[in-house]
């Protein structure tokens, strides 16, 4: 493996079930580097020569695959829509799920109804203040109820933790019934 390429480092990376997870972080960390390269094990592995001379090995779960391709392909997927002018709106990247360890908030588009589910009014309000806070509170409900364990690492403000202790209080309410 030649490191020192004329265009600069080179990063290797070993797709592997005992690696260590592959997370949101490590994508963003990943998508300011210059060059990466990527093995993808294959049935059971590679060469522990060839893993030593790695620079990380990484997971994207707790399974096992028939070879690396596929993690391959998650890992640059996620690293490819951190690179600046990859997604078209790269404003719309920094509120997606995981950039601020939350689960993002709901997705609508049109109709305004379908099978008797409504869009959220504030959404169609035009109050942008009220959009963003309805936004982050959906964002909080939804991670307290799919991903609490993202929640200890969050940077959660006073008023967050007010709306999570309300929302956690709603949860348990009926439970000692």
């Known amino acids: 493996l030649d490191r020192d390429r004329k265009a600069g480092p080179v990063h290797a990376i070993l797709t ?8 949101q972080a490590d994508a963003r ?14 049935y059971r592995g590679v060469d522990a020569r060839v893993e030593a001379e790695m620079d990380e090995s990484l997971s994207i779960g707790d ?14 997927d996620a690293v490819a829509r951190l690179v600046p002018g990859v997604v078209g709106d790269d404003a719309s990247v920094q509120e997606d799920t ?11 588009t049109r109709p305004a109804a379908l099978r008797g589910r409504d869009v959220p009014a504030v959404l169609l309000s035009g109050d942008h203040q009220a959009i963003v ?11 307290f109820e799919r991903r609490p364990d993202l929640l200890t690492k969050a940077r959660l403000t006073t008023e967050d933790r007010r709306f999570l202790r309300a929302v956690a209080g709603e949860a348990t309410r009926g439970l000692d019934r």
Do not use: K, N
């Open 63 to 76: 399974y096992v695959l028939t070879g690396g391709e596929i993690p391959a392909a998650v890992m640059i």
């Open 29 to 42: 960390r990943l998508s300011r580097l210059p060059h990466l390269f990527i093995i993808c094990g294959h």
């Open 98 to 108: 995981f950039q601020q360890d939350l689960v993002d908030a709901p997705q609508y």
């Open 133 to 143: 806070s309805w936004r982050r509170q959906a964002s909080l409900s939804m991670t």
């Open 16 to 23: 592997s079930p005992q690696g260590r997870p592959f997370t």
